[in-house]
T-cell receptor, first 116, second 113 residues
């Protein structure tokens, strides 16, 4: 199946700093990417939908100025957590959608963010 | 709105016993349904998916699920549990096209030796 990578896999930062997470589709083009957040022992909550070349669509309750999403190319989307606080600590998972015969979402391995 | 309900946040079975993880969906139209598995500190792995081609869907690692429209269910089963099956399992639904998956709350499967 298609491969989606995330970088970094794990990051620890100080409160007040910004952290960028990259999501790449390695062997296919993804016009749409989704960003999810997963709290410990909880389910995945959709944060936003990212379409290449346009502004991301955020789910209700997700601060767009806090979680900046950029989808500059068909293989790369980035999530930047700005002015991170301890409550932003979580597992962030991206997913790339391919319509090329699959109509399926492929998930990245996730990024564990810990804000001190 | 599309949604799924997973009954039981934790299921414990003995090794070799039947695994049954329950999922009910809420949808006004025939949905796409999925089961994913997540091992600790890892991403999601697709077990199987229902896309209306067949009501009984076979997936990886010996898992299968049956779509029952009359019961609005898509329960996941495996005849004989292995220790390696211990993980978190998520049922998910997608309405159509490139709409995002909506996940259930997950069921943690424990396998007892």
């Amino acid at each position: 199946g298609a491969v989606v990578s995330q970088h970094p896999s794990r990051v620890i930062c100080k409160s007040g700093t910004s952290v960028k997470i990259e999501c790449r589709s390695l062997d296919f083009q993804a016009t749409t990417m989704f960003w999810y957040r997963q709290f410990p022992k909880k389910s995945l909550m959709l944060m936003a939908t990212s379409n290449e070349g346009s502004k991301a669509t955020y789910e209700q309750g997700v601060e767009k100025d806090k979680f900046l999403i950029n989808h500059a190319s068909l293989t790369l989307s980035t999530l930047t957590v700005t002015s991170a606080h301890p409550e932003d600590s979580s597992f962030y998972i991206c997913s790339a959608f391919t319509s090329g015969g699959h109509n399926e979402q492929f998930f990245g391995p996730g990024t564990r963010l810990t804000v001190l | 709105a599309q949604s799924v309900t997973q009954l039981g946040s934790h299921v414990s079975v003995s090794e070799g016993a039947l695994v049954l993880l329950r999922c009910n969906y809420s949808s006004s139209v025939p949905p796409y349904l999925f089961w994913y598995v997540q091992y600790p500190n890892q991403g999601l792995q697709l077990l199987l998916k229902y896309t209306s081609a067949a009501t009984l869907v076979k997936g990886i690692n010996g898992f299968e699920a049956e779509f029952k429209k009359s019961e609005t269910s898509f329960h996941l089963t495996k005849p004989s549990a292995h220790m390696s099956d211990a993980a978190e399992y998520f049922c998910a639904v997608r309405k159509s096209g490139n709409t995002p998956l909506v996940f259930g709350k997950g069921t943690r499967l424990s396998v007892i030796a």
